[in-house]
């Protein structure tokens, strides 16, 4: 049976729409994958010689009192990026194979991502080195076994609580509140998390509780899936949403720009996938925080931050232009529109989005000027050249997104992905590099001034900008219209 | 109205269309008729620039529809259901299209008055997105929002399949006054031979994308279809 569902797999991905156009981003991926293995091989050599020799501590009690954060963070994380695998269930519905059977696939598909894969790159050489330097082996493998079940719980539960929003914001609220509390030497939760991560390395045998916890956690996710696999059941096809009725009509002024704003903002009330980008760019509002050591203080490290901080919605919802209105492309393709206007609205969502995004931000003040001017740097960058930036490499990502089947088969949640974080690289590489050229010539602040006038400087190309996205969006009609039939991949 | 030019399309070995030429005069209604993979579809998305032709050009009112884009002003068309938005309530899916093409809110109001009957109360005011329409009525959203905002040129990919008997009778109907009384000209493929031969003027038979027959309609051609496509067996 396994095999069966193996093929189809294979066919689906060899016959997907970003196969074979997409070798090159393909390569790309590959050496991401080498990159992040590298980084956390190195995080785990770190992880132990750091703390040991600088630190004085010993490695592993520390790092099981910050595998409590690790999990949390873990789950917020994927969240928002891994991309839920989709087994196309419908035809398999009325076949002679059991739901069971359906559903424990979809679950084994959902274990081999980056996820948890990128855990092993970290939790195997921090194993080896341990053992070499000869803590007890099975103390380690203990230790290595409950960690493992925790990663594959988180994973589950992640599946599961995919169409949960509220439980996200409670993720995310208890990560900050508990770091929150660590930070001001209040209330240390690590103290009372570690002994528990590390009862497993002293009596090898406690592992098997997490084992048989990820056996329940499983089992549950079966059930719970095996019930909903129903055409009605809210994983194979969306349930009806409730119609949100928006009074719009203020939008009027805005003259033909406002037929497509009027859709675009019906566009992220209504589709679960269009809200995911307003989410995002709520959290990355935060993202800053991580950046807030004095460490980083003068590196460029401020001014990516300063991007992400404002342009979480940017990113999040113009990265996949033209791609939202995917499953009516041939209609707009055959109505009298001017691209001008279509991409304008769009335009102007990404921009009043960063605008809100920077007034937000504000609050970074109490932790100093230096970081939220960054900040508003790095929002003018977005405004004015990653506004444009976004909608050009729209133009050629093509990835179909199907509105209508959020939930489908685990939910499919490719909102953001590693793809288009690769794709955001040289919207962030060039602002750095301006910033540490400022720098290096005077000051801090002359390369804050440089980011945003940069930033200034690309409003004035708008026209000529938008003309040559217009073209290249033109030049790919064909071919975007051909990548977007294919809908299931 | 439209001109078909040494058209082909070609994918890999194998050829779907292949139209040495072919004219449809204005106010024309133009049934299309063929099996499955005579290449209906394909013929359509190239008059609407969705695929390229691999020869030839379609001219439509003078515009070559592959180098200009000013046949979008007079056409409008239904394929399927790509041409709906699905989270958009029937009403404004009918404001949107219609305001790409001008018309206000109150115009557009006023102009669905006249397929109340056709929509059989069961599209408007309902509340509901139009991707949790049953298929007939999204197709009839999509019917109505091509012929809403009177294009002198309407291309309909097989209108009747999907509808209910009443729906599809209702249809015929209301193609034909809108044929007579306004002159549009409409494109209409279908497999039901009844329907289109009720409502064209012309039907062209398509066969492994040649056109094999094209004729002005009379009262013989629904049984020299039925004849000709008995061949076929």
């Known amino acids: ?489 | 109205m439209i001109d078909l030019t040494s058209l082909s399309k070609t994918y890999g070995e194998q050829t779907v269309l292949d139209i040495e030429q072919l004219h449809i005069p204005t106010g024309q209604t133009f049934g299309l008729v063929g099996n499955n993979g005579a290449g209906k579809t394909t013929l359509f998305s190239l008059m609407l620039d969705l695929i390229a032709p691999t020869t030839g050009t379609v001219t439509n009112n003078d515009i070559v529809v592959q180098k200009n884009e000013g046949w979008k002003a007079h056409t409008a068309a239904f394929l399927d259901e790509n041409f709906l938005i699905g989270y958009l309530t029937p009403e404004e899916y009918f404001v949107f299209i219609g305001g790409l093409r001008g018309m206000k809110k109150e115009d557009v109001h006023t102009s669905l008055k006249q397929y109340i009957d056709f929509f059989h109360g069961e599209v408007l005011g309902q509340k509901k997105y139009i991707r949790d329409l049953s298929k007939g009525n999204q197709k009839k959203v999509g019917i109505v929002g091509s012929l809403l905002s009177n294009t002198p040129l309407v291309i309909l990919d097989e209108p009747f399949a999907n509808l209910d008997p009443t729906t599809q009778i209702r249809l015929k109907n209301l193609l034909k006054e809108e044929a007579s009384a306004t002159g549009k000209t409409f494109l209409i493929s279908s497999h039901d031979l009844q329907h289109v031969t009720e409502v064209c003027d012309r039907i062209v038979v398509l066969h492994k994308g040649k056109v094999v027959r094209d004729e002005k309609t009379s009262t013989g051609t629904l049984q020299e279809l039925e004849a000709f496509f008995r061949e076929q067996l």
């Open chain 1, 1 to 489: 049976m396994l095999q069966h569902f193996l093929y189809l797999q294979w066919k689906s991905f060899t016959r997907g729409a970003g196969f074979a156009t997409g070798l090159a981003q393909k390569i790309l991926m590959g050496f991401a994958w080498i990159y992040f293995a590298a980084i956390f091989a190195s995080l785990a050599f770190a992880a132990f010689w750091v703390v040991q020799d600088d630190l004085g501590k010993d490695p592993l009690p520390f790092v099981s009192g910050y595998l409590l954060y690790g999990f949390v963070f873990w789950i917020v994380a994927r969240y928002f990026l891994q991309k839920m695998p989709i087994v196309h269930i419908q035809p398999l519905l009325i076949l002679p194979v059991s739901k069971k059977r359906i559903v424990r696939f979809g679950l084994l598909k959902t274990t081999v991502s980056f996820f948890n894969l990128s855990n092993l790159f970290f939790f195997v050489p921090f194993g080896v080195i341990l053992i070499q330097q000869e803590y007890n082996w099975p103390g380690v493998v203990g230790w290595w076994i409950s960690i493992g079940s925790i990663i594959l719980m988180t994973n589950f539960l992640n599946i599961m609580l995919n169409s949960v929003d509220r439980i996200l914001v409670l993720f995310a609220v208890l990560l900050i509140g508990v770091y929150a509390l660590q930070y001001f030497e209040i209330f240390d939760l690590t103290a009372w998390t570690a002994p528990i991560f590390m009862a497993a390395y002293h009596q090898p045998l406690f592992c098997i509780i997490p084992l048989v916890l990820l056996g329940l956690i499983y089992q549950w996710s079966v059930t719970h899936f095996k019930d909903k696999l129903m055409l009605d059941g809210g994983t194979i096809q969306p349930k009806a949403e409730t119609h949100r009725a928006a009074d719009l009509s203020w939008l009027d002024r805005f003259g033909r720009t406002a037929i497509f704003l009027r859709n675009d903002i019906r566009l992220i009330i209504r589709n679960k996938r269009a809200r995911m980008s307003v989410w995002m760019g709520v959290g990355f509002l935060f993202y800053g925080l991580i950046f807030m050591s004095d460490i980083y203080s003068g590196s460029a490290m401020t001014v990516f931050a300063g991007i992400f901080v404002s342009g979480g919605f940017l990113f999040g919802f113009g990265q996949y232009v033209p791609s939202w209105d995917s499953s009516y492309y041939p209609l707009m393709m055959s109505q009298n529109i001017a691209y001008k206007e279509y991409l304008a609205s769009k335009w102007w969502l990404v921009v009043v989005g960063t605008l809100i995004g920077m007034v937000l931000s504000s609050f970074y003040v109490f932790f100093g000027w230096e970081m939220y001017l960054a900040i508003l740097a790095g929002g003018i960058y977005n405004l004015g050249i990653n506004a444009y930036l976004v909608l050009l490499s729209g133009g050629y990502t093509r990835t179909p997104i199907d509105l209508t089947t959020n939930n489908k088969a685990f939910g499919d949640k490719r909102s953001f992905n590693i793809k288009t974080l690769l794709l955001s690289i040289p919207k962030l590489v060039v602002p750095m590099f301006v910033y540490y050229v400022g720098v290096l010539i005077q000051s801090k602040s002359f390369g804050l001034i440089l980011v945003a006038l940069v930033g200034v400087l690309g409003f004035a190309f708008r026209n000529l900008v938008f003309g040559w996205i217009e073209k290249i969006y033109q030049e790919e009609k064909h071919k975007t219209l051909e990548a977007y039939k294919q809908k299931n991949t």
